[in-house]
């Protein structure tokens, strides 16, 4: 509007002079105002116009702005039910590990409880008397799936059947293999889980028998000597109730009778085991002598340290030659030296107690060296009854040949028997060597550091009376 103003101003002041300039002015300005007032008129309706837009603009911008916020709050309430549902997920996932760890566990568990069940009942005696017993055992440890309720109910009663069967004194007539690999018949009796015995019925024999898990049977094992087996006939007789109990399912009977005594073995070693004997013996007899010396050597010295040191500070000359004289030991006699030479130098002294000290080495160390070189005869000796003893298998296989193994266990015999009998006398005298050893070092090891104590104390007195 101060534009229009302005305009007609300059144009007035132009057209001043000229009438018809002023009129034609005139109707400008008229013309002028009129468009001017329209435009004023449509500028207000533009800018109502675009009030009411900006307002319609500005509630959509609005709703906009609450329906955003809501979401926002819709999006954030989705976010907390769906961290809820993650932890819970999460927590249900743990769970069921847990229930599956359990559950494998649990499986674990009664899969060994029926491993351990089934090598307990392949060593037992009632499983030979009744076959088939392992089978589902074995079936329920060939199956991948867990053991059903069932199969735990029949662990359970199998398990306390066992129990009770061990608390039982069963006798029968059955089957079982005999010793020499067939079918036999005959009376069993099975005296709890310990020990089964067995009597034919075609010959009488009477015997020790075990379950053999190949066959699925009781099988002899062992036929028993004259007075087992008189016992034996007795108790299937029912005149004793004494039976000779076998724990090892016979096995022991077998062996006893079989096992030579330690005079038959020492005879099949040949003649190197009597001077391996022989150094077993001196070696004894000499370990005996070095241990109570040397028992009688080892005494409280620091106690008695103490006080020589005490007596010699005071100048108390005297009482430590009366204390030590009732003392007997390497110590004693090292400190005897030494007081001895009390007035003389510090280097003089020192090498009367080395000179006292190795003058007693000899007594310590007596025999030590015998029983080092006996330890080392001993394998010596066995080993050369080893190849004696292989030198006659050798010529017994050239004679004979190989056929007949009972030809060459004589050999044999004397090449085992005296390598184990040097090697079982060598090895005591190895350790008892080193505990001598040990011993006569830490003797020594007194005796200087006693020395080296004696020397001080003397020392200090000549300082003190020179100050």
Known sequence: MNVFYLVVLLFSLVFAGDPAAGASLEQAGQKLRVEYQQAVSEQKEVRQRLAAEKKALRQQLEERQKMIAGLKKENRSLESELQAAAEEEK????????VIAEM???DGSIRMGVRDLKTLLESSLVSGMRPGRLRPFAEMLGHREMPSMAGIRRLVEAAFAEIRAGGEIVKEHGTFIGLDGRPA?????????LTAVYRRDDNGEVGYAVYGRENDALLAVSRAPWLIGRCLRKFFDGSTNEVYLDFSGGTTVRQLALRPTAWERLRSGGVLVWPIL??????????LERFFFLRRVKSNTDTVMVQVIGMVSAGRWQECFDLLENKRGPVYNVLTAGLKFRRAGREVLENVLEEAIMKELPRLERYLPTLQVLAAVAPLLGLLGTVTGMINTFQVITIFGTGDPKLMSGGISEALVTTMLGLMVAIPIILLHAYFSRKVDSVIGD??????GLTVALANRESSLSS
């Open 91 to 98: 927590a249900l996932e743990k769970e069921q590990q847990a």
């Open 104 to 106: 494998n566990e649990l």
């Open 185 to 193: 018949a005959g009376d069993i009796a099975r005296l709890g889980a």
């Open 278 to 287: 022989l150094i077993g013996l001196v070696a004894f007899l000499l370990s």
């Open 447 to 452: 005796m200087e550091e006693k020395a080296v």
